[in-house]
């Protein structure tokens, strides 16, 4: 408990002080509310993947957050969430099999390959790959070259 009065405190200190000075430290850890009311403080620099949950094994209407090999089920709607990383950083917004949206930190991104026919789903058309993963997109190659400028 103590450790969440601190992380709360400190928190809103820092909210108090970007509100005042309207300077975002794009370094300093972002806090997420968890879908126990806990609240957990993410280094930026450690998310690659942003998105829904989907699946009967994910909480409905929780927002995933991909991390550091880990994931944290958010109760912030998906908009909020994205909103709120976007003050400090980039992220790229790219289009699930499912058709829904999926964000990725395109520093993440270190490789591009095409999706297989019985391999992978029949709407992918491109896999992304990062150190912690691989993504699969209904984009093309090229969209995803041009979105991240590479």
Known sequence: MLLICA???????????????????RNAPIAFRTLD???????????WRIRA???????AGATVIDYAFERLFVGDPLDTVVEEIRRRRDLTQFTLPSGAPIYIFPEKII??????????HPNSKSILIAREGEQQVQESRQAIRDSLGK
């Open 111 to 120: 490789g591009i390959k095409r999706s297989i026919a019985n391999q992978h």
């Open 53 to 59: 949950a989907i699946g009967r094994d994910e909480p």
């Open 7 to 25: 992380i709360c405190a400190w928190t809103g200190t820092a909210e108090a002080a970007e509100h005042q000075t309207g300077a975002v430290d």
């Open 37 to 47: 009311g806990d609240v957990l403080q993410v280094d930026l620099d450690e998310i």
